[in-house]
């Protein structure tokens, strides 16, 4: 649907679910097109650590004029190859895609492909679009969501108050 959030995290899931009826030793590439979604990044993160759990090797491609700092973490996270191709550069997509992500987990230690030295894990803020990387912010402390500034109220805590008033209304 044109417009819509992009559904990274459901992907994965759904993925994951896949992987673990079938093949051991299964592998991901993410490919994404878009900016960063805000509302995706626990969801997404979730999926990246059971992929980690279930020892399946996620890459990814960032396909936008910067980096995405998500995939970027993805990549990390679950052992895998992160590539960013700006979008001038599309030509190169395909030479991107079957010499970084074409191998194996056992090829890939014996080949020279481009590894991530670190990965930025500063937490991204949940109430910017598009997020902004913050160095300190305010946590909610029912999900532990992260904004960048104090007086944002929590979608999850603005929920748990109404039902705390209708509970004590009945």
């Known amino acids: 649907e044109p417009g819509a959030a992009p559904a990274v995290a459901a992907a994965l899931g759904r993925f994951l679910c896949y992987a673990r009826r079938g093949d051991a030793t299964a592998r991901a590439v993410v490919v994404k097109l878009a900016p960063d979604d805000p509302a995706q990044y626990h969801a997404t993160m979730n ?8 020892k399946v090797l996620v890459d990814a491609c960032s396909v936008a004029p910067s980096p995405s700092p998500l995939m970027r973490q993805a990549a990390h996270l679950a052992g895998g190859i992160f590539a960013h191709v700006p979008p001038d550069r599309l030509d190169r997509l395909l030479a991107t895609a079957l010499a970084s992500f074409a191998a194996d987990a056992a090829c ?3 080949l020279a492909l481009p590894r991530l030295a670190e990965a930025d894990f500063r937490v991204a803020c949940l109430c910017c679009a598009p997020p902004k990387l913050l160095a300190r912010g305010y946590c909610c402390t029912t999900c532990l ?3 960048c500034r104090p007086d944002f109220v929590c979608p999850c805590s603005a929920g748990l108050k109404a039902a705390a008033a209708g509970a004590a209304g009945t």
């Open 47 to 54: 999926c990246l650590f059971a992929a980690k759990r279930r």
């Open 108 to 110: 890939r230690e014996r």
């Open 145 to 147: 969501s992260v904004y």
